[in-house]
């Protein structure tokens, strides 16, 4: 009986649909039609000199000039897993071709279930790359998979050197944002000092004036002088008609204290006078020039260190992509797994057969 239960195992149909057929088959699939995939595999880490590290290869990163940042870096895995990363792909090493070839097996290739568009390449590709981030670490791992060594190499290589142009358009764009405006700052600065140094000078050359306020002291001081020597003058002419009227010197006083009123009244013509040219007039005009000059200067001063500023801000916002490992060339294929498929494809199929067959079991028990 016990040979009997066991023969009538191999000659249960459910047994042969749940095990023996599905096992032949990926015996014949594995064993003679899958393709061979191979995987290229580099290292990258990003790093900002603004960004601190502090996990144990992250500070031995940093001392030697490496700060990671690890958003940056899920930047970088974003791009990596983007529809443009994968129109560039396409473009530059004709990538949809390498995965839909004759030499792939017909259930590996692209394009047989479906059709060719982008978009289903898209989700095919996406499947044949992975970005590993290690937040210890702040180093990225990027493995690509082909049905070539040279292919996934290629592959992977291409990939890294777009992160690096995409990373640099993002410094391109933070100088743009950064450094193009205190720039223009600067420039407007310089170019609003020029005028105002310009507009001085001229208003010194056409009123034949240097600094109104500086001559207006000196002629303030001659006045001061003059106003002296009229003084003593008068003096010593009262003195002299009191004690010698018939003095001859007389009338020399007299003369001299009417070109010292003359000289006096036209120094202070030149300091006070009611004439545009007049220094007191001058001044309103050349003090406002000065201090448009004096405010163009120090906002020039200021729009220069804020340049400086900015320069240094732009510094700690780069970001630079280094690779710590270059893609690899792999001298075997990783995949597939062939015994391990068979294996798992037989005790899967052994499982639904066991299910079935007590389900079928009970509903006969259920009938009768």
């Known amino acids: 009986m016990r040979k009997l239960r066991g023969s009538s195992v191999y000659l249960d149909p459910l047994f042969w649909l749940c ?20 995987t290229s595999e580099s290292r990258f880490v990003i790093r900002s000199p603004n960004q601190q590290s502090v996990s144990g290869i992250g500070l031995a990163l940093r001392n030697i000039g490496f700060n990671a940042s690890s958003d940056d870096s899920y930047l970088v895995r974003d791009y990596l ?11 530059d090493l004709n990538v949809q071709e390498k995965y839909s070839a004759d030499t792939v097996d017909v259930v590996s290739r692209f394009g047989v279930v479906g059709s060719p568009t982008f978009e289903n390449f898209y989700e095919y590709f996406n499947k044949k790359i992975k970005v590993v981030y290690d937040p210890a670490s702040s180093i990225s791992s990027l493995q690509v998979e082909a049905y070539t060594a040279e292919d996934a190499q290629k ?12 990373i640099n358009r993002i410094n391109n764009n933070a100088k743009s944002d950064i450094l193009v405006a205190a720039e223009n700052e600067v420039k407007e600065a310089q170019e609003a000092s020029r005028q105002a140094a310009n507009s001085l000078a001229e208003y010194r050359v056409s009123n034949e004036v240097f600094n109104p306020e500086g001559q207006s002291t000196l002629l303030l001081q001659e006045i001061s002088k003059l106003q002296d020597a009229l003084i003593q003058t008068e003096t010593q002419l009262t003195q002299a008609r009191l004690l010698t009227p018939d003095n001859p010197q007389i009338k020399a006083m007299e003369s001299r204290i009417q070109t010292l009123n003359k000289s006096i009244k036209e120094k202070s013509a030149q300091v006070t006078g009611p004439r545009d040219g007049s220094l007191s007039n001058r001044s309103v005009e050349f003090q406002r020039l000065q201090l448009e000059k004096e405010l163009a200067d120090k906002q020039l001063v200021s729009a220069m260190a804020n340049y400086e500023q900015s320069k240094n801000e732009f510094n700690k916002k780069q970001l630079y992509l280094e690779r710590l490992a270059q893609p690899s060339l792999p001298d075997e294929a990783t995949k597939p797994t062939r015994f391990k498929n068979i294996l798992s494809g037989f005790a899967f199929g052994l499982l639904a057969w066991g299910v079935l067959r007590l389900f079928v079991a009970g509903v006969r028990e259920h009938r009768d």
């Open 19 to 38: 095990v023996v057929i599905p096992t032949l088959c990926l015996v014949i699939y594995y064993g003679f039609i899958a393709s061979d995939v191979y």
């Open 81 to 91: 897993t983007s529809r443009d990363a994968v129109q560039n792909l396409k473009d």
């Open 155 to 166: 592959i992977n290589e291409e990939l890294l050197k777009m992160s690096e142009v995409v």
